[in-house]
């Protein structure tokens, strides 16, 4: 029977004693030493070359990934929106009203050509306070309509300290809210003098000890982001209100330091945040 192709073998003679050599398959040759090693040269080269493609197709993949991507407008005011609103929380007291506010009476005010500016030291704050604990009740039932969530206070005096402000945080949910809240809050109480807004904070054994309900002379308030600013004014020495709008300049001057402290305060909490870049992840 006939043998496979395979399988067949012939012997041929050897060159060293004429007799037969070692068989092998038929048709195979002698591999070549010179071809061999050229064969292996040509392989490792063609793997580094695909190698070092494969390097740079990644390379290119992280740095198209690296490069910063921005969010979308509606994302980018969300996350600004939501910065902006954590402030009363992530600041510390300290940050929200700080130690001093520069303020400034205005030249119209001291019948002069320029403005004087002064310094309106802190004299203490108070614990966060319910809302309704906080203010007036026209100005509460204002503010929680639109859900106002918490009131901070502090207390500050003029440089002199012959005034005393308290400046309030009504905290809301969102700038949309704190616009309707201050809107609302401009409304109560009709003409009253003082406008209903933040109570008074006395602080035992400093000079705002006589601070209280009966010694405001004038409130106000504006909305600034998520929050409504507020703020009350009054004399140090405990006497009670007067028609104040018959001393022009104690009023000019009482009205700058209390709305210049306000001004302090909301820029801190509510200035525009840098605007968010997405960090170049694949999902942005």
Not at 175 to 204: D, H, I, M, W
């Amino acid at each position: 029977m006939a043998r496979p192709y395979h399988s067949l073998v012939v012997t041929e003679p050897d060159a060293r004693s004429g007799g037969p050599g070692p068989s092998r398959h038929l048709g195979a040759k002698r591999p070549s030493r010179h071809r061999a090693r050229g064969t292996r040269t040509t392989a490792a080269l063609i793997a580094a070359i695909f190698g070092g493609i494969g390097l740079v197709v990644s390379l290119a993949g992280l740095a198209i990934q690296m490069l910063p991507r921005q969010f979308s407008a509606a994302q980018q005011h969300q996350i600004m929106a939501w910065e902006v609103g954590a402030r009363w929380r992530t600041l510390s007291a300290g940050d929200i009203f700080p130690a001093s506010v520069r303020y400034q009476i205005p030249a119209s005010a001291l019948d002069d050509t320029t403005g004087v500016n002064l310094e309106a030291p802190r004299v203490g704050i108070a614990p966060p306070a319910a809302c309704a604990a906080g203010m007036d009740p026209a100005a509460a039932h204002a503010l929680d309509r639109h859900r106002c969530e918490a009131l901070l206070r502090a207390t500050y005096t003029d440089e002199s300290a012959t005034y005393v402000m308290t400046v309030g945080v009504a905290v809301l949910g969102s700038a949309a809210q704190s616009s309707a809240a201050q809107a609302a809050l401009a409304k109560a109480g009709g003409n009253t003098q003082p406008r209903p807004g933040v109570r008074a904070v006395a602080l035992p054994g400093t000079v705002t000890s006589r601070f209280g309900a009966g010694q405001r002379q004038l409130s106000g308030s504006f909305s600034a982001g998520p929050y409504v600013i507020m703020y009350t004014a009054g004399y140090a020495d405990g006497r009670p209100r007067l028609p104040i709008p018959d001393d022009p300049y104690a009023q000019s001057e009482m009205t700058s330091a209390a709305l210049g402290v306000a001004q302090a305060v909301a820029e801190r909490l509510a200035a525009p945040p840098a605007v968010p870049h997405c960090p170049g992840a694949p999902e942005c």
